[in-house]
């Protein structure tokens, strides 16, 4: 019986030996040297702290499930573009490891490693297994070709380097097999049909001489050896492949975030600034600037975003792109005298966002996209005092009544009338309800606070309301980019919470449970804060209250952002829904971390709306479930989701209702 195995470097000698070691050599050094470039571009930002080896362990097994196993690429709707990176993916890391498992059984590091495998049934495994990771990542490479010039979704836009790159790859993976082939046609042992992709090709070469093999081979041997090492310069150097090294970074650095998802980074010291906010690329951190070249321009979070799905002038992958390109450009020494806004980035694309934070919950590899954004409104805010007349009166209305509505705090108890409601600063009270400016002054909203507090009285709380004394949580003036306001007001509301000894506080409001529970720790304020929805099915799981059947109907749940993908409460609203619907319950296509946002979020339910409503887009899903009753848990959708409701004219079938407002009335 024939020995089964293979001469490593068969047919080109010690010359291809040298020649391929001299060139991993050189390609290696190459790559070593642009990251060292690289890095010092990344440098350009700002410093900030970054404690990597913090939470190792949890950084090291997000990468294990992201980068390797791609649990973020491979997403449900996403199974196209997922498999077909995970088919190259996979193909070039098993092609790689057995290109190294050759290298050691070559004689230049056998003395050194002392060890032979390449033979018996090893073997036939061993090629088995790499010309099924090459035909995958071949799979791979024409999947990505067709999607990128065949379909082509909106999202995707082709560059240059994006054919060179896929081209490059199909030619090294062909001409791999090509090579394999006319090895395995020389004299054609039959233990090789397990290499069963090189086997097929080796039937084009067997109309050939000996000699005429041999020469074939050699050819294209050295060309593929080549493009390889060629490949792995190649990587640096093209703005398209660098992601492998960018990319898997920054699922190390960003897929365990280092601070809550809701919570924005404080401005430190306001009395050495020169100004706030950036309008230079290097005024972002290093991190950041990092985050831009991580981007891989895949285009989900465009997908995702409503600002773009709503007609709005912001696309969160081309504001990447955009601040991309402007770091290039300063980091080649090109300086932009102007700054970004309004020469980079538009002013409209920056108040286009909602603060949703979809794009950064969605994207593959882990990037932020509003922590740019607020800079720059920042910069607009507080260093140009450069906002639109409805934000200027907010401030006002902020900085004069401590509510965005300018009404002051004589009209904050109010819904009280005829309910048994506790002051927490006359009364000791276990919970504090903190009822938000929406609930205490918006008439429609103030239902949702007396079912609140019907909730809590019936189930024999002991909470009381800071009424008048209560002022807003801060979040209009954070994610509009007013910091030093924001500041201010909070940390007064800290002190005085601090002061009274608050411990446990629960709200209805999606923006005030987070800026509290999220924001406020910077600030010295470290309390319990719970949403209604957690805090109501906790009193129906200890047996307080009844979650009795009243919905009639078709009912959706639409997850509030702040409350679902911000926040991850996803099952406390769906649990108590559960029990009140009478009907039927049905989600809607996007839900839980995918939820669609509502348009309110971000200050944009204080500004004027003049591209289409994010909520209509949103009600055609509740409608296109057949929805009777629209479902809610924040103050801000609900007043979206009516005014959607009345725009769409299906008033007569439709209704929203906080989810507050179904359990009150089943008591």
């Known amino acids: 019986m024939e020995p089964v195995g293979r001469e490593i470097f068969w047919n080109v000698g010690q010359t291809a030996r040298w020649i391929a070691y001299v060139l991993m050599v050189v390609s290696f050094v190459l790559l070593v040297y642009g990251l060292k470039m690289r890095y010092a571009m990344w440098r350009l930002g700002k410093p900030v702290p970054f404690a990597f080896t913090q939470r190792l362990f949890e950084r090291i097994v997000y990468y294990i499930k992201s980068a390797i196993f791609h649990k973020t690429i491979l997403r449900p709707r996403e199974a196209y573009p997922g498999m077909m990176h995970l088919f190259i993916f996979w193909g070039f890391l098993l092609l790689a490891i057995g290109t190294g498992l050759v290298a050691f059984e070559d004689d230049f590091f056998r003395p050194v490693f002392g060890i032979t495998y390449l033979h018996g049934d090893f073997y036939l495994i061993f090629s088995f297994i790499l010309d099924l990771a090459g035909l995958l990542a071949i799979v791979g490479v024409v999947m990505a070709l067709i999607r990128r010039y065949g379909t082509r979704p909106d999202r995707l836009d082709n560059q240059r380097d994006d054919m060179i790159a896929l081209m490059w790859i199909l030619v090294v993976l062909v001409t791999g097999f090509l090579v394999e082939g006319a090895r395995i046609a020389f004299d054609r042992p039959s233990y090789e049909v397990v290499s ?38 190649y990587v640096v150097y093209s703005g398209r492949l660098l992601h492998i090294v960018t990319s898997s970074l920054n699922m190390l ?40 070249d991580a981007c891989t321009r895949c285009g989900r979070c465009q997908d995702r975003c409503p600002a773009y799905l709503s007609q709005k002038p912001l696309s969160p992958k081309k504001l990447i792109q955009d601040l991309k390109g402007e770091w290039l450009r300063a980091a080649n020494g090109v300086k932009n005298e102007e700054g970004l806004i309004d020469n980079v980035i538009e002013e409209e694309t920056l108040w286009s966002c909602t603060a949703c934070l979809s794009c950064q919950v969605n994207c593959p590899v882990s990037i932020p996209t509003f922590d740019k954004n607020i800079e720059m409104r920042r910069y607009l805010t507080m260093t140009l005092s450069k906002v639109s007349p409805e934000l200027k009166l907010l401030y006002k209305n902020l900085q004069n009544r401590f509510d965005p509505y300018g009404m002051g705090k004589s009209q904050r108890l109010e819904w009280t009338a005829g309910l048994d409601v506790k002051k927490a600063t006359e009364e000791q009270v276990d919970v504090l309800y903190w009822v938000g400016c929406v609930a205490s002054l918006d008439d429609r909203n103030r239902k949702v606070a007396k079912s609140v507090a019907t909730i809590m009285n019936k189930a024999g709380v002991s909470f009381g309301v800071l009424g008048p004394d209560e002022k807003c949580c801060g979040d209009p003036l954070r994610r509009t980019g007013n910091e030093y306001q924001y500041q201010e007001l ?8 601090n002061e009274l000894g608050v411990k446990t506080i629960v709200t209805a409001c999606p923006h005030c449970f987070n800026t509290l529970k999220n924001d406020y720790p910077q600030l010295g304020g470290n309390f319990e804060v719970q949403h209604h929805t957690q805090f109501i099915s906790m009193l129906a799981k200890e047996g307080r209250i009844s979650l009795n059947p009243t919905l009639e109907g078709v009912a959706t749940y639409h997850d509030p952002c702040y409350l679902g993908r911000v926040n991850q409460v996803f099952d406390p609203p769906r649990d108590i829904v559960d029990k009140v619907k009478k009907g039927s319950f049905v989600e809607m296509p996007r839900n839980r971390d995918e939820g669609f946002c509502c348009g309110g979020g971000g200050g944009k339910i204080w500004m004027e709306e003049h591209h289409q409503h994010i909520c209509h887009l949103r009600m055609d899903e509740a409608i296109g479930v057949e929805a009777a009753t629209m479902i809610t848990a924040c103050p801000y959708c609900l007043i979206m989701m009516e005014d959607a409701i009345k725009d769409k004219e299906k008033s007569e079938s439709m209704k929203a209702l906080d989810i507050s407002e179904i359990v009150a009335g089943g008591l």
């Open 490 to 497: 909070a940390q007064g509301n800290v002190d005085f919470l």
């Open 196 to 233: 069963f992709v090189g086997w097929v090709t080796s039937s084009l070469f067997l109309g050939a001489s000996k000699e005429g093999v041999t020469t074939i081979h050699a050819v294209l041997y050295y060309l593929h050896m080549f493009l390889s090492f060629g490949l792995i310069a």
């Open 253 to 292: 650095f960003r897929g365990v975030e280092d601070a809550p998802r809701g919570a924005l980074p404080a401005i430190a010291d306001f009395e050495t600034a020169e100004e706030f906010g950036v309008n230079q690329v290097d005024g972002f951190n290093w991190r950041q600037i990092f985050d831009l």
